[in-house]
């Protein structure tokens, strides 16, 4: 069942408002890795990072008051985008929107959460592609966006201490999702 959520929407003058709350989300999410796991334990600084670019955008779902998950992400720079070196040849039309995070809290997973704030976000984008990575020891995370339209273009581990992940990208504006067909509803 799809809860009643309120997705709200905010930009880089927002982030002192919601910075916490994507914070407390990610400790939530990562609760039982968050000690033995130095690169979890940065999150603050790539809130910062990412929630620091003048097209920073951001989704978070309400249920009620508590925040049931958000999704992020930040513009890339023109012929500066990191998944370019994983394409040849690159896309004539290669304007980026670099999605970064998606996280949705337990109580609120397998709801339609995590697409409706990856819909809600992506819809607001004027790139021609989004781009993100999926850490490669979670093959149905990135089936999951493999469902949504993404392609894995390669591997890469941008940080020493980070994961190795897939280079996904996929073209915007996002296809509408396929109708299932069944039987029509009663009259």
């Known amino acids: 069942m799809t809860p009643a959520l309120e997705l709200r929407h905010f930009s880089r003058a927002d982030l002192p408002e919601i ?3 994507l914070i407390d989300v990610h400790a939530d999410v990562h609760a039982a890795r968050m000690t033995d796991d130095a690169f ?3 999150f603050p600084w790539f809130v910062d990072h990412w929630g620091g670019n003048p097209g920073f955008s951001c989704v978070i779902a309400y249920d009620g008051g ?10 890339g720079v023109p012929g500066r985008e990191w998944w370019r070196g994983h394409l040849e040849p690159v896309p004539e039309k290669g304007r980026t929107f670099h999605f970064s995070e998606l996280m949705v809290r337990e109580r609120w997973r397998k ?3 995590a697409e ?3 819909r809600a976000l992506m819809e607001a984008r004027g790139e021609d592609l989004a781009a993100l990575l999926v850490d490669t ?3 149905r ?4 966006y493999e469902a949504w339209g993404y392609r894995k273009i ?3 581990q941008p940080f020493p201490d980070s994961p190795v992940y897939a280079v996904m990208i996929t073209d915007l504006p996002l296809q509408q999702p396929k109708t299932i067909k069944g039987p029509a509803p009663p009259k």
């Open 40 to 42: 979890r334990r940065k």
């Open 137 to 139: 020891t979670h093959p």
């Open 116 to 118: 409706r704030l990856h």
């Open 19 to 21: 910075r916490q709350t």
């Open 66 to 75: 508590e925040a049931a998950g958000f999704a992020y992400g930040a513009p």
């Open 154 to 156: 390669g591997e890469d």
């Open 111 to 113: 709801t339609g959460t």
């Open 141 to 144: 995370v990135q089936a999951l």
